[in-house]
Structure formats: C-alpha cells, structure tokens
C-alpha cells in the first residue's frame, strides 16, 4: 500500500495532465494504439521465431496475443480512469506504492532510450545497403537529428508522423494479408494452392521449438503501452484511450495471428530466406510479386523509424511524469511550449551513447546493456497486472462512474494474465540466452526497486 505521503500530493494524472499540451487527436491516438505494436519485430525477428516453432508459431503468437489484449486491457481500464502521461508507472505508485512507480518508470525509460539506439542502427543498416559507402553512424545522427527536432516542436508533430507511419504499416500488413489469402486460395495469378503441403511438420523441434517461438513472440507485441501515454496529451483522455484500446486489440490479433499463418502456408517454415530475408519478403518473393523485397525493406524502414519516434516520446514522458512525483532530477521536468525538452534532449543523447557502445564496446558493455533490457517489458507487465487487481476493487468503492473501460471477467483473467507471465519467466530461465536476460533484468529491478523503497521511507520521514 502506498505510504500517506502519497495521498497527500496531487494526483499524478492532474499534476503532469494540466501542464503538458493536448494536442493529439482521436484519430493520432488510433493509428498509434495500432502502429505501436507493429515494429520490426514483426517484419524481421519474427523470422527466427518461425525457424525455431515451425508452423507451430500461429500457436505461439495465438497465445502470446491473447496474455497481450488481457494486459492491453487492463492498461486501458486504468488509464481511462487515470490519465497520466506517467501510465503504468503512476499507476503502480498508486496501487502498490512509490517504489513500484520508481522501478516500473525508471526501467522502462533504460528499456526506451536503448531501444531508440537500436532502431537507429536498423534504420541505418538499411539505408547504407542502398547507399553503400555511407556510414552508419552518420545516418543514425540523421534520423536522431530529425526525431529530436519532431518532438522538441510539439506533440501534434509527434502524432502526425506516427499517424502516417502507423498508416504505411497497416496498409502494408493488410495488403500483404489479402494477396497470401488469395495465393492460399490459389486465385492468386501464377501461384497454385499450397493446400497444407507446408503444414505437416508441425512441431518439427518439439516442445523446445514452440517454447522458443513463445518467448520471441512475446517481446514482439512490445510497444503497447505508447498509446495510454500519449492519452494523457489528447484531447479527451479518457475518451481517447478508451476507443484506441477497444478497436486495437482485434486488428492486432489479425495483424500478427493471421499473417504469421499466411507465411507458414505459402512458404516451407525451414526456407533460410525466411531468417534471412524476413518472414515478409521471403514470402512475396516466393509468390514471384516484382519489387517485393524493396517494398517490404521500405515498410521495414519505416517500421524502425516510427518505433524511434514512439521511444523518444514516450521516454521523454515517462521520465517527465517520475520526477513531476518527486522521483527524478527536476531539470527532466521543465516544460517549454507543453513539451518537456531537457527530456526530450536526454532520451535522445542516451539513445546515441547506446549507437556509439554498440561499435566501441559492442562484446562487453553493449552487450550487457541489451541483456539487462531483455525482460523489461514482462516486468511491466506485471506491475500492470498487479495494480489493476489493487485499483480496481478501490475505484469500484470510491469512483464507480471511472470504469469507462472494463478488465473482463475480473478478477479471473487478471489472475490467468499473472500465472502466463509468471509461466513466461519460467520458460526463460530455461533456456541459456534467455536465462542471462532474466537475471540481468531482475537485478537491475531489484535495484531500481530498493532505491525506490529507500526514497519511500527517506520521504515519508520529513
């Protein structure tokens, strides 16, 4: 339970809600509730995840999906109830206590400012195959330089350049999904029905296989949690994150489960060009669509470089929102024209000391960077879990009229959420690159936490 300090301060949604701008339309919001969990995960990891599961990886993303729209759910409950640029993390400081904000927030600003890193990196990787001769580097300043730029201006700039991003994605998952359902279909010109040809291995590494394409399936759904921060800059939050969260979670599950089970009918699950090329390319080429594979590395561009943009923002926020509660450097805090842009600046600067570790130290430093982010996003989700099972009974008795959005049959999913999660770090601490994740990220957690838990106590002493 939170200490009495806190319910003394002003809420945390009304603190950051009133001072930052509100510049996001209904219709940002919907794009970034969609595009936000459509990244180059799905465009190119997920390749490996079907080397590993074979067919069997419809099952694995069927099941991930589902723990996805329960936590997506959940978020959503208590974001419409508690708008705040903070999220999750205001919402654990609320239902658990300040420790838990601190640890949920300040990890996952680690996770984003990383992340912007090694989108940038991607980004660039792409570029300099097109432009051979040309650093790297240089193109991730580039795209730093111009995401910085975006959102130092305003958010509105922040939600037009994901609402278009978000747009070029969908249309592309979209397309990609009508031409492989009329390929399987064999009325696709030039193709013949596979039938399920393809289909007849279906856990051709066993239960090992299926576990590995879990656990990548998983940490392919990131980027959920964008949509309930930006709804705090919206024009009606509550409305706002109230629609984004109940017309998102369908498409997604369309998204990810329907194209995933189009890749493994058209092409074989053991093709090297599905690890090499993505599952995406790999297919259309197999389909013999000319140009293809530029398109698709277009789509994958732009994947990358909304997903930096997202990182930026949301990093910028959460870090406003810890130390708006007392849980940061007060600089972070300072707001110019609505935007928070020492900590727009300070997201951006770790994010390229993360690009530039990445080619001075990429065996030692970088690597342990990327192992101590590697679980985040489950811990996440679990302080998420948590605290809705605590509000939720809390804002039934006091503020009944703040359940816009409804966890289903609460409180049994909740707890169905919990024991999937809890069943997911299971999974990873048997496997011997996922265990390292699992033990570097819990230790910085703990650490996080035990700092937290000291400022709880040093503050409730004054």
Same mark, same amino acid.
Request: glycine share 12%; aromatic share 10%; net charge positive.
């Given at each position: ?10 809420? &945390? ?22 595009? #936000? ?19 069997? !990886? ?24 508690? &708008? ?19 640890? +949920?927030?300040?990890?996952?600003? %680690? ?6 890193? $090694? ?19 240089? @193109? ?54 596979? *039938? ?7 856990? &051709? ?6 576990? !590995? ?30 629609? +984004? ?33 993505? &599952?995406? %390319? ?43 509660? *007392? ?22 600067? $770790? *994010? ?7 080619? @001075? ?80 990220? #819990?230790?910085?957690?703990? $650490? ?6 000291? @400022? ?7």
């Amino acid at each position: 339970m939170p200490t009495s300090s806190t319910t003394t301060e002003t809420p &945390p949604e009304q603190r950051d809600g009133g001072s930052l701008s509100h510049g996001l339309k209904q219709r940002h919001l919907s794009m970034i509730a969609l595009g #936000g969990v459509i990244g180059a995960g799905l465009f190119v990891g997920s390749g490996a995840g079907i080397a590993a599961a074979g067919p069997s !990886i419809v099952v694995a993303y069927t099941l991930s999906g589902l723990l996805v729209m329960l936590v997506m759910r959940m978020l959503g409950e208590m974001s419409a109830a508690y &708008p705040s640029s903070g999220s999750f993390s205001a919402h654990a400081e609320r239902a658990i206590g300040p420790w838990a904000g601190f640890a +949920a927030g300040w990890s996952f600003w %680690v996770l984003l400012c990383t992340a912007v890193g $090694l989108e940038g990196i991607g980004a660039a990787h792409i570029v300099s195959g097109w432009l051979p001769g040309t650093p790297e580097w240089l @193109w991730v300043a580039l795209f730093m330089v111009v995401f910085c730029g975006t959102n130092l201006a305003a958010v509105k700039n922040f939600g037009e350049f994901e609402f278009w991003f978000a747009a070029l994605k969908v249309g592309a998952i979209s397309l990609f999904l009508i031409l492989g359902v009329l390929a399987i279909a064999g009325v696709l010109p030039g193709t013949d029905a596979p *039938g399920t040809a393809h289909l007849s291995h279906f856990l &051709p590494h066993g239960g090992n296989g299926l576990i !590995i394409g879990l656990l990548a399936s998983v940490f392919a759904y990131g980027g959920l949690e964008t949509v309930t921060i930006a709804a705090a800059e919206s024009e009606n939050p509550v409305k706002g994150v109230a629609s +984004a969260v109940r017309t998102a979670m369908w498409r997604i599950a369309l998204f990810y489960i329907g194209s995933m089970a189009v890749v493994v009918t058209l092409v074989p699950w053991d093709s090297k060009e599905v690890v090499a090329k993505g &599952p995406y %390319v790999a297919t259309l080429d197999h389909l013999g669509i000319p140009g293809a594979g530029q398109l698709m590395n277009v789509v994958v561009l732009v994947a990358l470089l909304s997903a930096m943009n997202a990182n930026i923002y949301g990093s910028s926020r959460i870090a406003y929102s810890l130390v708006e509660r *007392g849980q940061g450097p007060k600089v972070l805090a300072k707001l110019s024209g609505g935007v928070p842009r020492t900590a727009v600046l300070t997201s951006c600067v $770790l *994010g390229f000391v993360c690009v530039l570790l990445s080619y @001075w130290r990429p065996d030692d430093v970088f690597k342990w960077l990327l192992n101590m982010i590697g679980a985040v996003i489950l811990v996440v989700w679990m302080f998420i879990a948590v605290s809705q099972l605590l509000l939720r009974r809390r804002i039934e008795r006091d503020a009944p009229e703040k359940l816009v959005v409804r966890m289903w049959a609460f409180p049994w999913l909740t707890w169905v959420a919990l024991a999937g999660m809890v069943a997911i770090f299971a999974l990873m601490a048997r496997e011997q690159d996922t265990r390292v994740q699992l033990y570097s990220t #819990g230790a910085m957690t703990l $650490l996080l936490a035990a700092v937290g838990y000291a @400022w709880q106590r040093a503050r409730a002493r004054r």
